[in-house]
């Protein structure tokens, strides 16, 4: 695949100065030319999920992602672990994502920032999940970059050259994936 690639980028935080949600707006600034990187903003929107609308029924919010999702060519996503596990809020977007098959064989990773020694039981959980759904997961892709105290800017973003280098390489394992999938 040598043309240009959407990568969906999804937080697992809806709190206001998330280092999850900086680590993704910062990996869309250093993305190859040839990524387009789409930060999913519907995470808060999405209803609760209930089997008895993922069909004829579905919430436009859930519609809108599963459309996010299969427009893209990769998923890459950065979550917070809270009480040992994945927030709810993202478990319930994963939720609404068995249904429709939108990742199946969709190449995904994610990017753990918590502090080492943490966000393990988060990455579990997520890895369980989308091996559930059929996502293609990218080991090589997949990393723990805690983001030191301070290093989330004013304007979101993460200003640690250690967690920039090492997003360089999570876009070329990314890249790397997708070229020999194509």
Same mark, same amino acid.
């Given at each position: ?12 935080? /809806? ?5 999850? %949600?900086? $680590?993704? #707006?910062? $990996?869309? &600034?250093?993305?190859?030319?040839? #990524? ?8 808060? +929107? ?5 089997? +008895?609308?993922?069909? =004829? ?6 519609? &809108? ?6 427009? !893209? @060519? !990769? ?16 478990? @319930? ?10 990742? @199946?064989?969709?190449?995904? $990773?994610?990017?753990?920032? &918590? @502090? ?6 988060? /990455?579990? /959980? ?9 996502? =293609?997961?990218? =080991? ?12 989330? /800017? ?10 920039? $280098? %090492? ?16």
């Amino acid at each position: 695949m040598s043309d240009s690639v959407r990568v969906l980028l999804i937080s697992g935080s /809806t709190r206001n100065g998330s280092a999850n %949600t900086a $680590a993704l #707006v910062t $990996a869309a &600034a250093l993305a190859p030319q040839r #990524v387009t990187p789409v930060l999913y903003g519907g995470l808060a +929107d999405l209803p609760a999920f209930n089997p +008895d609308h993922d069909g =004829d029924l579905l919430p436009a919010a859930a519609a &809108a992602l599963r459309g996010e999702i299969a427009a !893209a @060519n !990769a998923v890459l996503f950065c979550t917070p672990e809270y009480a040992g596990t994945l927030p709810g809020s993202l478990k @319930n977007l994963l939720d609404w994502t068995v249904g429709g098959g939108e990742m @199946n064989e969709k190449p995904a $990773a994610w990017i753990n920032v &918590a @502090n080492p020694g943490r966000g393990g039981g988060a /990455t579990a /959980t997520l890895a369980s999940v989308l091996s559930y759904v059929g996502a =293609d997961v990218i =080991d090589s892709a997949c990393r723990d970059i805690p983001v030191p105290k301070g290093a989330v /800017t004013p304007d979101g973003t993460v200003s640690d050259p250690g967690f920039t $280098a %090492t997003v360089a390489d999570i876009w070329g394992a990314v890249l790397r994936h997708l070229d020999g999938a194509s």
